[in-house]
C-alpha cells in the first residue's frame, strides 16, 4: 500500500512569490495535517482538514491557506514568500476515530526561498 | 500556548549502550506518540500511547505516558548504527481539541559509534 505521497520533494522560489504543495493521504484515510519544519526544530503544526473542512489553525499568517479535495487529498497554498517560509513542508495523514491519534508522514517538501 | 521540552537534545554513544530521552509538557496530553526522522525524510512513527501509566514496547524500543499525563520517556535498548537519527516526542491535548494536532519537542539528535 502507497503512504504519504508529497509533490514536489524539492522547491526553489523567489521571495514575493506563490507555492503550491499537494499531499495525497494514506488510502482510507480522511484526515490530512500539515507542518512546517524548520531546521534544528521540532515540526510546527498548520492546517487540519477532515472531510473537506477546516479541523484546526496553527499560529500561521493569512499567507498560507489550504484546502481538501473530494478524494481527501490536499494542497498547500504559501503567498508572498518571505525567506523565513524556506523550510520542510510535511503532511500527515491520519484515520480519525474516538480514542485514536496516530500520524503518519510524507517524505516531505523542502522549499528554499531566495 | 503548550510547549514540550525534551531532553537530551543529543547524545553520543557507543554500540550496545542503552538510551533514554524524555519528554515533559506544562499541560496534560491525552495520547503520546515518539517518532524517528532521517536525513531528508518525513517522521516516521515508532509508538503511540494512549492511557497514563502505559507501558509500550516496540523491538528493542520501549515507552512509557507519564501518571501525570505531562510526561513520557523513550528507551532504546542494545543500541545500533541503524538507530541514528533524530527522535521527535509528539502529544495530542485533549479534547476539544481533534483530529491530529500534534506538538512536537525539538529533538534527540541521535550518535552511535560502531
Known amino acids: 500500500d502507497a503512504g504519504v505521497t508529497q509533490s514536489p520533494t524539492h522547491l526553489i522560489k523567489t521571495r514575493g512569490q506563490h507555492v503550491t504543495l499537494r499531499c495525497s493521504p494514506i488510502?482510507?484515510?480522511?484526515?490530512v495535517s500539515w507542518y512546517q519544519q524548520v531546521l534544528g526544530q521540532g515540526p510546527q503544526f498548520i492546517f487540519q482538514?477532515?472531510?473537506?473542512?477546516?479541523?484546526g489553525r496553527g499560529n500561521f499568517p493569512d499567507r498560507f491557506s489550504a484546502r481538501q479535495f473530494p478524494n481527501y487529498s490536499s494542497e498547500l497554498n504559501v503567498n508572498a514568500l518571505l525567506l523565513g517560509d524556506s523550510a520542510l513542508y510535511l503532511c500527515?495523514?491520519?484515520?480519525?476515530?474516538?480514542?485514536?491519534?496516530?500520524?503518519?508522514f510524507g517524505q516531505g517538501t523542502r522549499l528554499t526561498v531566495v | 500556548g503548550q510547549q514540550l521540552n525534551q531532553s537530551p537534545q543529543s547524545m553520543f554513544i557507543q554500540e550496545g549502550e542503552d538510551v533514554s530521552m524524555n519528554c515533559t509538557s506544562s499541560?496534560?496530553?491525552?495520547?503520546w506518540l515518539w517518532y524517528k526522522q532521517e536525513p531528508g525524510e518525513g517522521p516516521v512513527l515508532l509508538i503511540a500511547?494512549?492511557?497514563?501509566?502505559e507501558l509500550t514496547s516496540n523491538g528493542r524500543l520501549t515507552a512509557q505516558f507519564g501518571i501525570t499525563r505531562k510526561d513520557s520517556f523513550l528507551n532504546i535498548s542494545a543500541s545500533i548504527p541503524s538507530d541514528v537519527g533524530i527522535y521527535f516526542c509528539?502529544?495530542?491535548?485533549?479534547?476539544?481539541?481533534?483530529?491530529?494536532?500534534?506538538?512536537f519537542g525539538e529533538g534527540t539528535q541521535l550518535t552511535v559509534n560502531p
Open positions: 488510502s482510507g484515510h480522511k484526515s
Open positions: 482538514y477532515y472531510e473537506k473542512e477546516e479541523r
Open positions: 500511547l494512549y492511557k497514563a501509566g
Open positions: 499541560s496534560i496530553f491525552n495520547t
Open positions: 509528539a502529544g495530542h491535548p485533549p479534547p476539544p481539541t481533534s483530529g491530529s494536532r500534534l506538538t
Open positions: 500527515a495523514s491520519s484515520f480519525i476515530r474516538v480514542g485514536y491519534t496516530e500520524a503518519f
